[in-house]
Nanobody, 119 residues
């Protein structure tokens, strides 16, 4: 069973930076894809960024390209989301999730961490 624990959220002013961490445990993740999602109040949960644990291939939502960077540390089994030039529209609960590379849906989720960007 996969366990995911996020940390690093908080309150920041517009233009500032935060780094989210997702500590993963419970299995070997070499055949997994890790994703960061976010959900703002009253809105659907959106995919922000993904990274393949093996090879490190990344994808990003258009709204965060050039500002956010997803990365992983294999030795620590941790995935990061570096968020720069934050905007009030980035305010949301951010979730870490995992799925097998052969699965269509993410089936393991963290508890979420709040990110609030003030204007």
């Amino acid at each position: 069973q996969v366990q995911l624990v996020e940390s690093g959220g908080g309150l920041v002013q517009a233009g500032g930076s935060l780094r989210l961490s997702c500590a993963a445990s419970g299995r070997t993740f070499s055949t997994y894809v890790m994703g960061w999602f976010r959900q703002a109040p009253g809105k659907e949960r959106d995919l922000v960024a993904t990274i393949r644990w093996s090879g490190g291939r990344t994808t990003y939502a258009e709204s965060v390209k050039g500002r956010f960077t997803i990365a992983r540390d294999n030795a620590k089994n941790t995935v990061y989301l570096q968020m720069n030039n934050l905007k009030p529209d980035d305010t949301a609960v951010y979730y870490c999730a995992a799925r097998s590379t052969v699965a269509d849906e993410y089936n393991s989720w963290g508890q979420g961490t709040q990110v609030t960007v003030s204007s």
